[in-house]
C-alpha cells in the first residue's frame, strides 16, 4: 500500500514539471492551473490519508493543477479504515475503479513515499523510497466526487493506485505505488482507451531507500527531520539501501 509522503516542491516547480504554463498547456489543451498558490498548499514532509495535496488532472478538456483530498471515505466493507489505494489488478473491470480509470485519472506530485518494512524482531521500520537522484516524481491516481457526510457536499477526491513491486523494493512490502514515468505523463492523463501497458512496477534500478526515524508514525508530524536517516541498530540497517 501507500499511506505516507512528501511533496517538497514550490507550486511554479510543480506548474512547470507538467507543463502546466502558458506554453505548455498550448500543446496540451490544457492551462487550467492559477499562477498563485492556493492557501492550503505547503510543502510536505509528511502528508497523510484525509490531507489535501496538489494533484494534475484533465477536467473538461483543460488540464489544471489542483488541491483534492486523498482517500474516498470509509466503505462500508471497512468503516474504521480510509479508503486511499486502489489495487492497479483489474482496475479497468473492477465495479469500484473501472469508471473513474478509464474517465479520471490523474498525477500525483511526490518527491518520495514511505514505506514500513517488517524486522526479523518484530518492529516495523519506516523507510523513505525515491529516485537515486532525489528528483521528484509522479504517483498514479484516480479521482471522483465522493459524498461529504459532515457537510453533505460532493467533492473531488482521489486514491493512489498501487501495484506489485519491483524486484528492489519487494524486500520492503509487498505493494508500491504505480508510478508514472515522465515520458508517459500524456498517455496517462488523457489515453482513450486507458494505456493498460502503464500498469506495472517502476523499474528498481532508478530508485534508492533507506530507514528514517519512527517521527514519520505520528501523522500530525511535518518536520525535515523526518528525513534523515535513522541510527543503526543491533539488526544494523533496517534494509541495505538501494539499489540493491
Not at 59 to 79: C, I
Not at 136 to 150: C, Q, S, T, Y
Not at 201 to 227: H, W
Amino acid at each position: 500500500m501507500c499511506g505516507r509522503y512528501t511533496y517538497l516542491l514550490t507550486w511554479d516547480d510543480i506548474r512547470h514539471l507538467y507543463r502546466l504554463t502558458a506554453q505548455g498547456a498550448e500543446s496540451t489543451g490544457g492551462g487550467g492551473a492559477s499562477e498563485e498558490a492556493p492557501p492550503d498548499f505547503r510543502r510536505r514532509y509528511n502528508h497523510a490519508p484525509t490531507e489535501r495535496a496538489p494533484v494534475v488532472r484533465i477536467k473538461d478538456g483543460r488540464r489544471e493543477l489542483v488541491m483534492l483530498r486523498w482517500g474516498w471515505g470509509k466503505p462500508s466493507w471497512s468503516p474504521n479504515r480510509e479508503w486511499i489505494n486502489a489495487r492497479s489488478e483489474g482496475i479497468a473491470t473492477s465495479r469500484h475503479y473501472a469508471d473513474s480509470f478509464r474517465l479520471r485519472r490523474c498525477l500525483i506530485p511526490v518527491s518520495g513515499y514511505y514505506e514500513w518494512r517488517k524486522m526479523p524482531s518484530g518492529r516495523r521500520a519506516p523507510h523513505w523510497i525515491g529516485m537515486t537522484d532525489r528528483s521528484p516524481f509522479a504517483l498514479a491516481g484516480i479521482w471522483k466526487e465522493v459524498l461529504d457526510r459532515k457537510t453533505g457536499e460532493l467533492q473531488d477526491q482521489y486514491l493512489v493506485i498501487t501495484c506489485p513491486p519491483n524486484s528492489q523494493l519487494a524486500v520492503i512490502h509487498d505493494r508500491m505505488p504505480l508510478i508514472i514515468d515522465v515520458p508517459d505523463y500524456d498517455a496517462w492523463l488523457s489515453a482513450d482507451p486507458p494505456p493498460l501497458h502503464l500498469l506495472r512496477p517502476f523499474p528498481g534500478e532508478r530508485m534508492m531507500a533507506y530507514e528514517v526515524s519512527t517521527k514519520i508514525n505520528k501523522a500530525g508530524y511535518d518536520q525535515p527531520d523526518i528525513l534523515d536517516p535513522a541510527p543503526r541498530t543491533d539488526e544494523g540497517s533496517a534494509a541495505p539501501e538501494l539499489p540493491l
